[in-house]
């Protein structure tokens, strides 16, 4: 998280679980949130204990997205990360405390698809992106058949996505 912050990335809290701020406190992080989500309306508009960061509603959170959330309430990661889909599509990550630590989606980890213009690679190019893997497109765009159709599929791909980068070879 520290490195994090010194690049200049924003992190924000998920959940304002009380187990969450004992993983905060023991870490010495929790002064470098920007501020916490919460689903219960009793915790938003109060303030987290000692560091005193803003508790907010994930509404609330749409204006000033983080580059990350820390995931405060590990045991429910799974179910929060299939609920931010669009966050994650948008770049967003999460760390996760548990059984070590995780940044999702693992941005270090990036899978190769040759010939993404074509029809089976750009089906596979949609299924894995919508899955939130990252994705290195390569395609050399031949005339073995259509051209345009190969360059109208990729514009369905190319700028809507930021896990998703395209070379022409």
């Given at each position: 998280v520290?490195?994090?912050?010194?690049?200049?990335?924003?992190?924000?809290?998920?959940?304002?679980a009380?187990?969450?701020?004992?993983?905060?406190k023991?870490?010495?992080?929790?002064?470098?949130?920007?501020?916490?989500?919460?689903?219960?309306?009793?915790?938003?508009?109060?303030?987290?204990?000692?560091?005193h960061?803003?508790?907010?509603?994930?509404?609330?959170?749409?204006?000033?997205?983080?580059?990350?959330?820390?995931?405060?309430?590990?045991?429910?990661?799974?179910?929060?990360?299939?609920?931010?889909?669009?966050?994650?599509?948008?770049?967003g990550k999460?760390?996760?405390?548990k059984?070590?630590?995780?940044?999702?989606p693992n941005?270090?980890?990036?899978?190769?698809?040759?010939?993404?213009?074509?029809?089976i690679?750009?089906?596979?190019?949609?299924?894995?992106?919508?899955?939130?893997?990252?994705i290195?497109?390569?395609?050399?765009?031949?005339?073995?058949?259509?051209?345009?159709?190969?360059?109208?599929?990729?514009?369905?791909l190319?700028g809507?996505?930021?896990?998703?980068k395209?070379?022409?070879?």
């Open positions: 520290l490195y994090l912050i010194k690049k200049n990335k924003v992190i924000a809290g998920y959940g304002a009380a187990k969450g701020m004992t993983i905060l023991c870490s010495n992080i929790g002064n470098k949130l920007k501020y916490f989500v919460d689903d219960s309306p009793a915790k938003q508009g109060l303030y987290s204990p000692v560091d960061v803003p508790i907010i509603s994930r509404r609330d959170s749409l204006k000033d997205q983080p580059d990350y959330f820390i995931i405060l309430a590990p045991n429910y990661s799974d179910v929060i990360i299939q609920k931010e889909k669009s966050y994650i599509k948008k770049g999460f760390i996760i405390p059984n070590g630590i995780t940044v999702y941005w270090l980890m990036k899978i190769l698809i040759t010939g993404c213009a074509g029809f690679g750009s089906h596979l190019t949609k299924q894995l992106l919508s899955n939130n893997y990252c290195i497109g390569i395609d050399n765009l031949n005339n073995y058949y259509s051209v345009k159709l190969k360059k109208d599929r990729l514009k369905n190319i809507k996505n930021k896990n998703f395209f070379y022409k070879i």
